[in-house]
């Protein structure tokens, strides 16, 4: 069968791979129990699928959404933005998306053409690589060290790439360390975008889940040109399956996004829209109360972690936690090792990029008695 040659070329999707390894342990009868995925185990707020089944009922429900969402969505994101992040923005500066998943890979041949550069970070969410391949185009990635707090260090990005890059893509609060954006590196990206005429794109999936309140950023804080951000109610709403995301920014950027998914999707189901507008217009106490079992579960999840002696990064975002793996095993060792004699599921760290080998990732999506009993099962290591 003649299929397209990027798809060999496709590093596999690490969370296919896992659910395999995992269903086979089960037939065995091994209990096995996964800390590596980020799909939130809590309830999204009632008044969800209150509305998604009202939704039902209203008239056209059935039929193909229109303009790219509807207008009271976008309104409310509207709003959300002046009220959080004080930008001003206007319908045409907003766009429904499939969840940021989507928004990610079509954002590429909306902005690049086939063999156009693009500026990624390593570790990071291994879909922009993927669609960076997929689309056609050359991936250039900037090492995120911990060092310099999982910034990216612009300097070091070579003149000839920026001047051949239409895209840069960042994550702030970014998964997989848990680092949080922060207001000089938000100043500086732009002026390099500005100079070398790149389109900033951040991904801000996990945007609503931070450690503090006024640590909430949003890249178009101080202008609003050349930049996109996604945004997902996947996890501010642990809506992860309802597939719904919203993409806010520059209306040259969302006009030709636009143009690119009426050729692809035609939009979200109008009832989960609908659902998703009442999630944030009426449930904001549950990004509070989010917030709240995820701090607690990651006071929880360090403690232990100091007790095993596992190193860790102090990240102020996501719920995820971006660990050391122990001196003496390689990454694979230890997440198999894991794996098979504890049935414990956490994600290599390898599954992010080349620069995510010697470390592994705990994702905070389970209970805390969860957390405890399966952190607990971890052998202590050597302090070095
Ligand atoms: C950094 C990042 N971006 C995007 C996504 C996709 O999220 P969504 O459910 O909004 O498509 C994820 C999911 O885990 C993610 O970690």
Same mark, same amino acid.
């Given at each position: !069968?003649?299929?397209?040659?990027? &798809?060999?070329?496709?590093?596999?999707?690490?969370?296919?791979?896992?659910?395999?390894?995992?269903?086979?342990? @089960?037939?065995?009868?091994?209990? +096995?129990?996964? &800390?590596?995925?980020? /799909?939130?185990?809590?309830?999204?707020?009632?008044?969800?699928?209150?509305?998604?089944?009202?939704?039902?009922?209203?008239?056209?429900?059935?039929?193909?959404? @229109?303009?790219?969402?509807?207008?009271? *969505?976008?309104?409310?994101?509207?709003?959300?933005?002046?009220?959080?992040?004080? +930008?001003?923005?206007?319908?045409?500066? +907003?766009?429904?998306?499939?969840?940021?998943?989507?928004?990610?890979?079509?954002?590429?041949?909306?902005?690049? /053409?086939?063999?156009?550069?693009?500026?990624?970070?390593?570790?990071?969410?291994?879909?922009?690589?993927?669609?960076?391949?997929?689309?056609?185009?050359?991936?250039?990635? !900037?090492?995120?060290?911990?060092?310099?707090?999982?910034?990216?260090?612009?300097?070091?990005?070579? %003149?000839?790439?920026?001047?051949?890059?239409?895209?840069?893509?960042?994550?702030?609060?970014?998964?997989?360390?848990?680092?949080?954006?922060?207001?000089?590196?938000?100043?500086?990206?732009?002026?390099?975008?500005?100079?070398?005429?790149?389109?900033?794109?951040?991904?801000?999936?996990?945007?609503? &889940?931070?450690?503090?309140?006024?640590?909430?950023?949003?890249?178009? !804080?101080?202008?609003?040109?050349?930049?996109?951000?996604?945004?997902?109610?996947?996890?501010?709403?642990?809506?992860?399956?309802?597939?719904?995301?919203?993409?806010?920014? /520059?209306?040259?950027?969302? =006009?030709?996004?636009?143009?690119?998914?009426?050729?692809?999707?035609?939009? $979200?189901? !109008?009832?989960? $829209?609908?659902?998703?507008?009442?999630?944030?217009?009426?449930?904001?106490? #549950?990004? %509070?109360? &989010?917030?709240?079992?995820?701090?607690?579960? =990651?006071?929880?999840?360090?403690?232990? *972690? /100091?007790?095993?002696?596992?190193?860790?990064?102090?990240?102020?975002?996501?719920?995820?936690?971006?660990?050391?793996?122990?001196?003496?095993?390689?990454?694979?060792?230890?997440?198999?090792?894991?794996?098979? @004699?504890?049935?414990?599921?956490?994600?290599?760290?390898?599954?992010?990029?080349?620069?995510? #080998?010697?470390?592994?990732?705990?994702?905070?999506?389970?209970?805390?008695?969860?957390?405890?009993?399966?952190?607990?099962?971890?052998?202590?290591?050597? =302090?070095?």
């Amino acid at each position: !069968m003649k299929i397209n040659n990027r &798809i060999a070329n496709l590093p596999q999707y690490h969370f296919n791979e896992i659910d395999i390894l995992k269903d086979k342990l @089960k037939k065995q009868g091994r209990e +096995v129990i996964d &800390i590596g995925i980020g /799909d939130p185990d809590l309830e999204p707020p009632k008044e969800v699928n209150e509305t998604l089944i009202e939704a039902l009922s209203y008239k056209g429900y059935h039929n193909y959404p @229109k303009g790219n969402g509807i207008a009271k *969505l976008k309104q409310a994101i509207i709003k959300d933005y002046k009220l959080n992040y004080g +930008v001003d923005l206007t319908e045409d500066e +907003v766009l429904i998306t499939i969840g940021s998943k989507e928004a990610l890979s079509n954002i590429i041949p909306t902005v690049c /053409d086939i063999n156009d550069y693009i500026i990624l970070p390593d570790p990071s969410y291994p879909s922009y690589e993927s669609c960076s391949k997929l689309w056609g185009t050359i991936p250039y990635k !900037m090492p995120l060290i911990e060092e310099r707090g999982y910034f990216p260090n612009l300097k070091l990005i070579p %003149e000839k790439i920026k001047k051949v890059s239409k895209l840069i893509i960042i994550n702030y609060p970014n998964n997989p360390t848990g680092a949080n954006l922060k207001k000089d590196f938000l100043e500086e990206v732009k002026e390099m975008c500005e100079k070398y005429n790149i389109v900033l794109c951040n991904d801000g999936a996990y945007k609503e &889940i931070v450690n503090k309140k006024e640590d909430k950023l949003s890249i178009l !804080m101080g202008g609003i040109n050349n930049c996109i951000e996604f945004s997902s109610f996947s996890k501010a709403f642990s809506m992860t399956g309802y597939r719904i995301g919203y993409v806010v920014g /520059d209306k040259n950027i969302i =006009k030709s996004l636009g143009e690119v998914k009426n050729n692809i999707d035609s939009g $979200q189901f !109008m009832p989960i $829209q609908y659902s998703a507008l009442r999630a944030i217009k009426d449930c904001k106490y #549950y990004i %509070e109360y &989010i917030n709240e079992v995820y701090r607690k579960r =990651k006071v929880l999840a360090e403690s232990i *972690l /100091d007790e095993k002696n596992i190193k860790y990064f102090k990240g102020e975002g996501t719920f995820y936690i971006w660990c050391k793996v122990p001196k003496g095993y390689n990454t694979d060792e230890f997440c198999s090792e894991l794996l098979l @004699k504890k049935g414990i599921v956490v994600t290599p760290g390898s599954a992010f990029g080349r620069l995510g #080998y010697g470390y592994f990732r705990i994702a905070l999506t389970k209970d805390e008695e969860i957390i405890r009993n399966t952190l607990n099962r971890l052998d202590s290591y050597s =302090k070095n």
